[in-house]
Structures are given as C-alpha cells and as structure tokens.
C-alpha cells in the first residue's frame, strides 16, 4: 500500500538498485511488510525549481495510516535518503504525504 514516487532532474546510473534500496528503505521506515511497496522512480524529467534546473527532487510519499504528526521526521529521513543516492540537497527537495481513505486505495480487484 505505501507507495514512493521519486520525480528528478538528474541522471540514475542504476535504476533496479536505487529502486530496491528505495523500496527496503520505504517498508522501514514506515514499519511495513515490503511485499505491500512500491517505488517509481522518472528521472531526467524537466524540473525547474527556485528558477534554476540544479539537482532537485519532488517525493511522493502515499500510504494509508500515514500519521500527521510524523511527517516532520519522515521528511528529514527521506531527504537525507534523497541526497545520499541521488545527490540533490534537501533544500531542493520538495515532499508531499498523502494518507488515502482505505476505500480510495485499490489493490487486487478490491480496496483496503
């Protein structure tokens, strides 16, 4: 159910291995079976921010129970994950929560 879509204006030299770190480093920090992850990761995507189009990065990060009250730690991990594989600063670094209605998160012919 936790899903972490990573959008970036640089290059990834291995996407299978960013992928699986991204997807080990998603279940942990969250606290949930990887089985249930997904990761998408579109680098090289036009992405201008501050005006300039120097490393940066907008995350999504969407997964039911996503308490509000955490995001703030969430934030500080996924950014510093952020800067060690993909070497963009946190400062250009953009994150948005989500924490669907079970009903609006559909998986396996039905919804959680």
Do not use: D
């Amino acid at each position: 159910m936790p899903l972490l879509a990573i959008t970036t204006n640089t290059k990834i030299k291995n996407h299978l291995h960013v992928s699986e770190l991204a997807s080990k480093f998603t279940a942990e920090l969250l606290g949930k079976p990887e089985s249930y992850v997904m990761v998408k990761i579109l680098p090289e995507q036009p992405l201008i921010f501050a005006g300039t189009n120097e490393p940066a990065a907008h995350v999504t990060l969407k997964s039911l129970g996503l308490a509000e009250n955490e995001t703030s730690e969430l934030s500080s991990k996924i950014c510093s994950f952020i800067t060690t594989q993909f070497n963009i600063k946190s400062a250009r670094i953009y994150i948005e929560f989500s924490n669907p209605e079970r009903h609006m998160w559909g998986w396996n012919e039905k919804t959680f």
